[in-house]
């Protein structure tokens, strides 16, 4: 399973996600994905990661078009890798969409939680294998 947090910047318009995964697993499916062989620790280049996110969390604004994501950090905590992906010049999450393929062509049976934060409003999105794109919120 993977968790992903994305929360509305409305001053400056920007849709910033923070994305929590098990470190193994995704080393695992990066790792796969670029043909890399994975050290023992289960370790990958943080570069590898991003680009592994970067084709698997597709963000669309609401004329179809992709949203430009830039990673903003990354960090190790425990048994899990948090990663920051921003998206400047977002619309609403009404109006974006989401496609959210994490480790779905390593684990049939994976689950990729959406919740996102609109001011003080919380909605969640599950994601699962062959699922499309999403939208971020539904009023």
Excluded: H
């Excluded at 849709?15 to 470190?23: D, N, P, S, T």
């Amino acid at each position: 399973m993977s968790f992903t947090e994305a929360r509305y910047l409305e001053g400056n318009y920007t849709l910033q996600l923070w994305v929590r995964v098990f470190a193994s697993d995704f080393a695992a499916a990066a790792a796969r994905r670029s043909g890399i062989r994975l050290s023992r620790d289960s370790v990958i280049e943080p570069t590898v990661g991003v680009a592994y996110l970067m084709q698997n969390v597709r963000l669309f604004g609401s004329d179809g078009r992709a949203l430009n994501l830039l990673p903003c950090g990354m960090k190790r905590v425990n048994d899990m890798l948090w990663f920051c992906l921003m998206a400047k010049q977002a619309e609403s999450p009404q109006k974006t969409k989401m496609r959210n393929t994490i480790m779905t062509e390593l684990f049939s049976d994976q689950v990729n939680v959406v919740q996102t934060l609109d001011g003080s409003t919380r909605t969640s999105r599950l994601f699962v294998r062959g699922d499309g794109a999403k939208a971020l919120r539904q009023d």
